[in-house]
């Protein structure tokens, strides 16, 4: 049941990915270039506003927890719009990337993510990763009210997804119609790890027909391969 269920959700995530129509709502498709890399403590950086991104500003910090080498954490635009993490061979780390509608910008603070309540999950579109990281979403309504949900990437991820459930998010109070802010962090228990996304979203989880699974999962495949070349 449990493998069902997830290919339910994939299938609407390589839907969303695959036809881009009126069942996503794109977060961010990391298109504006932004690097930060922790090689002491702590480093952060805030772009506003940021192109290809919903909210009007966009902020990156990276955190070095042990060992004498880096974490690393940047938007890379040449790679036709990827997020990369990376930590050195002897080094353990986190690292944020979140948004904000604080200050206005291009964006009327609380922002609908659910699309008038016709979308139902967040979604991450990963490209590659070897070890497992794990992703932790937040996301705080206008008025105040704020959840977090951890999920982990696959081992050796290749095209693959995360999603997190709206339905986990709303059980904890939180308005998906009115989000002022939102984050995920990544981390990985293990040191010299990579992880590259290439999409950040949210969508509607449908049950298309068996061929149907069959030609978006091959597109999704496709369309990793294009990101890469």
């Known amino acids: 049941m449990q493998s069902l269920r997830l290919g339910v959700i ?3 995530f390589c839907a969303a990915l695959a036809t881009h129509e009126a069942s996503a709502f794109v977060i961010d498709t990391f298109e504006h270039t932004q690097a930060v890399s922790a090689v002491a403590s702590v480093g952060s950086s805030t772009e506003s506003p940021v192109s290809g991104a919903v909210f009007a500003e966009r902020t990156l910090s990276a955190t070095r927890v042990s060992g004498t080498g880096s974490v690393q954490v940047g938007i890379n635009a040449a790679a036709s719009g990827t997020l990369d993490y990376a ?9 944020t990337i979140s948004y904000t509608a604080a200050g206005g910008g291009d964006i009327t603070p609380g922002a609908d993510l659910t ?6 999950h967040f979604g991450i579109s990963i490209i590659n990763g070897d070890f497992p990281v794990g992703l932790t979403l937040t996301v705080r309504d206008t008025d105040s009210n704020s959840f977090s949900m951890l999920q982990n990437s696959p081992v050796m991820a290749l ?22 802010f ?35 999962a091959l597109g999704l495949i496709g369309m990793g391969t294009l990101r890469k070349y």
């Open 10 to 12: 994939a299938a609407g």
């Open 87 to 95: 930590t050195s061979f002897d080094t353990l780390g986190f690292a």
């Open 115 to 120: 699309a008038s309540n016709s979308l139902t």
């Open 159 to 180: 095209n693959d997804f995360v999603s997190f459930e709206f339905a986990e998010f709303r059980s904890a109070g939180v308005d998906l119609r009115s989000v002022e």
């Open 182 to 216: 939102l984050s995920l962090r990544i981390e990985s228990p293990n040191p010299n790890t990579n992880f590259v996304a290439s999409e950040f979203l949210t969508f509607h989880a449908t049950a298309p027909t068996p061929g149907t699974v069959t030609l978006l």
